[in-house]
């Protein structure tokens, strides 16, 4: 069974914010609660994975909350489940290679100002479609939230919106951006605390207008334009960890490590 490894100051972090037991013995028996909950609300439904780390998850993304737990917890196993042209690369990282290895969405080494870890994400610098853009981003969530330090502290992205094309915002559809909105919001048992959009430019704004209303007020607030002036973003994230297309004092992004993190090399199609 579970057995908490989290450091003195991140479980008295969880614990003020995420309601987080004291004890495992406590937080074995939520796990059993949403476990068992899930099974009798949904008996014909088998989940993906119902491991104790993967349901304490959930349970600290809604704060020990069942009821929402639950909630989100069927949700994201009905995408899981339904959502194949984006789940089937998501279970199958090799299908995803092209995109990893040009960088298209890549965690910086270093933690923005909260602790939360820094994401950034570069849509367009190679050839794809959103279906590979949004398998990407759910496969790097995924992967970072095995880190349990990732569960409590959150995530901060950055969008770099450089590479951005036309071809790109044509493929936004009110029906994409409500299904990928919709899962990033209430399935990713994921703490997003903020959203940094940098050198956006025109297109942006006909992605927004789609994107926007389906997205929550709560979420919507979490955006912050930064556009060319990256000052603003040093106010997020220090400039000692970001990287050189940020006019940051880091390293550049390492795809190629990243990639170690999220594909074998002996992986085969």
């Not at 004291?22 to 937080?27: G, P």
């Not at 639950?70 to 984006?86: A, F, H, I, M, P």
């Not at 000052?231 to 940020?246: A, E, G, K, N």
Request: hydrophobic share 40%; proline share 5%.
């Amino acid at each position: 069974r579970y057995e908490c490894r989290l450091s003195r100051e991140d479980l008295k972090k969880a614990q003020a914010e995420l309601n987080e037991p004291i004890s495992d013995q406590e937080r074995i028996a939520a796990i059993d609660v949403l476990r068992e909950s899930f099974q009798t609300k949904h008996p014909e439904v088998t989940l993906a994975n119902d491991s104790d780390v993967f349901m304490l998850r959930f349970l600290r993304s809604k704060k020990f909350n069942q009821e929402k737990a639950l909630t989100k917890l069927y949700k994201y196993q009905n995408n899981y489940s339904t959502w194949g042209e984006v789940f089937d690369k998501v279970r199958n990282p090799v299908l995803l290679k092209p995109l990893i290895e040009a960088g298209v969405v890549v965690p910086l080494k270093g933690r923005a100002k909260d602790g939360s870890v820094v994401v950034v994400g570069r849509p367009g610098i190679v050839q794809h479609t959103w279906i590979d853009m949004m398998a990407m981003i759910i496969l790097t969530a995924e992967t970072l939230l095995q880190d349990e330090h990732t569960q409590i502290y959150g995530m901060t992205v950055v969008i770099d919106q450089a590479y951005f094309t036309m071809e790109l915002a044509k493929q936004y559809t009110p029906a994409i951006s409500r299904r990928f909105g919709g899962f990033m919001q209430d399935s990713l048992p994921a703490r997003v605390k903020s959203m940094n959009l940098t050198n956006q430019g025109k297109i942006w704004d006909i992605v927004w207008a789609i994107a926007q209303p389906f997205l929550k007020d709560k979420m919507k607030k979490r955006f912050r334009i930064h556009g060319t002036e990256f000052s603003t973003l040093y106010d997020v994230i220090d400039r000692s960890i970001l990287p050189p297309m940020f006019a940051g004092n880091g390293p550049p992004l390492d795809p190629e490590e990243w990639k170690s993190h999220v594909i074998s090399e002996d992986t085969a199609l």
